[in-house]
């Protein structure tokens, strides 16, 4: 399949799993005939998050990196031309797991650093768990966990995953170390194998698939790629697709919202654009080699699957198009990612472009819906079902969307969007008096102005006054000692041997 777009063949034949206790079946069935999909039962799900993978580096998007099998699932499913993750890795992971916003698990305003001791609540339900119930009985996750690594308790193992092969957090792509430690495991062991990161992704969810396709229970796969994520490495042979390449340019906002300023050099910009396209193409390609063994396995007509970035590419080096700022900013390029869906017995097909916006809290609720389950059993969530918008039945969706970060310790950035109505502020913590009005606060008109050029704040006083309300309830839902910035901790620290998590 390396390559080579492939086409999808015969449906599936699978039926709800015999296993399912009673107090499932009515629920499930009402789920089912809701969706339209009672014939076809509860869908297979492949949930695909590339890492920093920009808006624009994919040729969906009119890129110069050739992605063709990602563009498949758009091209066959539907476009989400309107889809948001949170502003960094860890965060965005949260909100997919448990359907709400990872502020209330004090997970919101970083990504989780190597040398913190920090993880997602336990106390969160989440995702495989409810599919467990479900009647998912194989729930897989190859990649990048990045939810918590000290302590057993955060392990994917202990959080509803039956099979585990993968990393922490961004590790060398060939040595698979961080830190001068191999950060490579399989369930709670370390292992050793060779080979580019990527690759052994895919060649895992292939044998995955191969393994689970057959069952007469549907099975969850989880494939956190660490792709196109720094350090940034690619194949050698793959390199020469695109010498051509010329850097990107550093996008307005980055050093107003961050309050850090950008110091790579143009020659610095294009070598790494280089790489990073080279290792978008082995994304591509890994992803091919996915999709190609649903067909092959006759299990892709009942498949849901779903691909998003998990935020926004990296400064001068992730392409987001014309969209303001990029990854760590709560401008669109940060949080507006490329994503698709695609599930042909669910009716999500088409090539159709879905401009609702739609949120990765969202994940949760909409797979319950399409497996079955109409109570996960946990904390209130902030996701809605979003499976009416992705087969065309719904074209709106009311309610307002937040994002939140903070790259430094002393500058916050949140952003609410209400409707048309977006909000940027970025200064102090904005639960402490005064912060607010010390804060630089920016108001765009988005179906006027998506790129966010015109700064409207000064002409509508009023709606500035009640979105930052809102920005301050937002983030007032953050507990007591959350996790801190990403740099705070580092120095002194040692890796423990193979990154291993500790024990009970």
Same mark, same amino acid.
């Given at each position: 399949?390396?390559?080579?777009?492939?086409?999808?063949?015969?449906?599936?034949?699978?039926?709800?799993?015999?296993?399912?206790?009673?107090?499932?079946?009515?629920?499930?069935?009402?789920?089912?005939?809701?969706?339209?999909?009672?014939?076809?039962?509860?869908?297979?799900?492949?949930?695909?998050?590339?890492?920093?993978?920009?808006?624009?580096?994919?040729?969906?998007?009119?890129?110069? &990196?050739?992605?063709?099998?990602?563009?498949? &699932?758009?091209?066959? /499913?539907?476009?989400?031309?309107?889809?948001?993750?949170?502003?960094?890795?860890?965060?965005?992971?949260?909100?997919?797991?448990?359907?709400?916003?990872?502020?209330?698990?004090?997970?919101?305003?970083?990504?989780?650093?190597?040398?913190?001791?920090?993880?997602?609540?336990?106390?969160?339900?989440?995702?495989?768990?409810?599919?467990?119930?479900?009647? !998912?009985?194989?729930?897989?996750?190859?990649?990048?966990?990045?939810?918590?690594?000290?302590?057993?308790?955060?392990?994917?193992?202990?959080?509803?995953?039956?099979?585990?092969?993968?990393?922490?957090?961004?590790? #060398?792509?060939?040595?698979?170390?961080?830190?001068?430690?191999?950060?490579?495991?399989?369930?709670?062991?370390?292992?050793?194998?060779?080979? !580019?990161?990527?690759?052994?992704?895919?060649?895992?969810?292939?044998?995955?698939?191969?393994?689970?396709?057959?069952?007469?229970?549907?099975?969850?796969?989880?494939?956190?790629?660490?792709?196109?994520?720094?350090?940034?490495?690619?194949?050698?042979?793959?390199?020469?697709?695109?010498?051509?390449?010329?850097?990107?340019?550093?996008?307005?906002?980055?050093?107003?919202?961050?309050?850090?300023?950008?110091?790579?050099?143009?020659?610095?910009?294009?070598?790494?654009?280089? &790489?990073?396209?080279?290792?978008?193409?082995?994304?591509?390609?890994?992803?091919?080699?996915?999709?190609?063994?649903?067909?092959?396995?006759?299990?892709?007509?009942?498949?849901?699957?779903?691909?998003?970035?998990?935020?926004?590419?990296?400064?001068? &080096?992730?392409?987001?198009?014309?969209?303001?700022?990029?990854?760590?900013?709560?401008?669109?390029?940060?949080?507006?990612?490329?994503?698709?869906?695609?599930?042909?017995?669910?009716?999500?097909? /088409?090539?159709?472009?879905?401009?609702?916006?739609?949120?990765?809290?969202?994940?949760?609720?909409?797979?319950?819906?399409?497996?079955?389950?109409? #109570?996960?059993?946990?904390?209130?969530?902030?996701?809605?079902?979003?499976?009416?918008?992705?087969?065309g039945k719904q074209d709106a969706l009311e309610r307002d969307l937040y994002s939140y970060v903070a790259v430094t310790e002393d500058r916050d950035q949140v952003a609410v969007t209400e409707g048309d109505w977006k909000l940027v502020i970025f200064g102090p913590d904005l639960r402490e008096p005064g912060a607010a009005e010390a804060?630089?606060?920016?108001?765009?008109?988005?179906?006027?102005?998506?790129?966010?050029?015109?700064?409207?704040?000064?002409?509508?006083?009023?709606?500035?006054?009640?979105?930052?309300?809102?920005?301050?309830?937002?983030?007032?839902?953050?507990?007591?000692?959350p996790m801190p910035s990403f740099s705070v901790g580092v120095d002194g620290f040692e890796p423990p041997p193979n990154w291993q998590f500790g024990s009970d």
């Amino acid at each position: 399949m390396a390559g080579q777009v492939r086409h999808r063949t015969g449906p599936r034949g699978g039926c709800m799993h015999r296993a399912l206790v009673a107090a499932l079946v009515v629920p499930v069935m009402w789920a089912w005939a809701a969706a339209g999909n009672e014939a076809a039962g509860p869908p297979n799900i492949v949930l695909i998050l590339p890492d920093d993978l920009g808006r624009y580096d994919v040729s969906l998007h009119g890129t110069d &990196i050739a992605t063709p099998h990602i563009d498949s &699932i758009a091209r066959d /499913g539907v476009l989400l031309s309107r889809f948001y993750t949170a502003p960094v890795c860890s965060p965005t992971r949260a909100g997919i797991m448990t359907g709400r916003y990872p502020i209330h698990a004090g997970l919101m305003r970083a990504a989780i650093a190597p040398w913190r001791d920090y993880g997602l609540d336990p106390g969160e339900v989440m995702l495989p768990e409810v599919l467990e119930r479900a009647g !998912y009985k194989h729930r897989g996750i190859f990649g990048k966990w990045h939810l918590g690594h000290f302590q057993r308790q955060w392990h994917p193992l202990r959080r509803g995953f039956t099979e585990f092969v993968g990393h922490n957090f961004a590790v #060398d792509f060939f040595t698979h170390e961080r830190l001068g430690e191999r950060d490579w495991s399989l369930g709670y062991e370390p292992l050793v194998e060779e080979g !580019y990161a990527t690759d052994l992704v895919a060649d895992r969810a292939v044998r995955f698939i191969a393994e689970h396709a057959g069952d007469d229970a549907p099975f969850f796969l989880y494939l956190p790629f660490g792709a196109p994520h720094s350090p940034t490495q690619a194949k050698e042979e793959d390199l020469p697709l695109y010498d051509h390449l010329s850097a990107i340019d550093v996008p307005p906002g980055w050093a107003d919202a961050t309050g850090i300023d950008f110091g790579m050099s143009l020659d610095d910009r294009t070598r790494l654009r280089r &790489i990073h396209a080279s290792m978008v193409h082995a994304l591509d390609i890994g992803i091919g080699r996915v999709l190609g063994a649903l067909d092959e396995h006759g299990v892709a007509e009942n498949t849901l699957v779903l691909f998003f970035s998990d935020n926004g590419g990296s400064v001068g &080096i992730g392409d987001n198009g014309p969209w303001r700022g990029c990854k760590a900013t709560v401008y669109e390029g940060g949080i507006r990612v490329a994503a698709a869906a695609h599930w042909p017995a669910g009716d999500i097909t /088409g090539g159709r472009d879905v401009s609702v916006p739609l949120a990765y809290v969202d994940v949760l609720p909409t797979l319950m819906r399409a497996a079955g389950i109409s #109570d996960h059993g946990g904390k209130p969530l902030d996701g809605v079902d979003v499976l009416d918008v992705l087969t065309g039945k719904q074209d709106a969706l009311e309610r307002d969307l937040y994002s939140y970060v903070a790259v430094t310790e002393d500058r916050d950035q949140v952003a609410v969007t209400e409707g048309d109505w977006k909000l940027v502020i970025f200064g102090p913590d904005l639960r402490e008096p005064g912060a607010a009005e010390a804060s630089t606060r920016q108001l765009f008109r988005l179906d006027e102005d998506p790129l966010e050029h015109r700064d409207l704040a000064s002409d509508h006083p009023d709606i500035v006054k009640r979105l930052t309300e809102k920005a301050i309830a937002f983030r007032s839902l953050e507990p007591p000692r959350p996790m801190p910035s990403f740099s705070v901790g580092v120095d002194g620290f040692e890796p423990p041997p193979n990154w291993q998590f500790g024990s009970d």
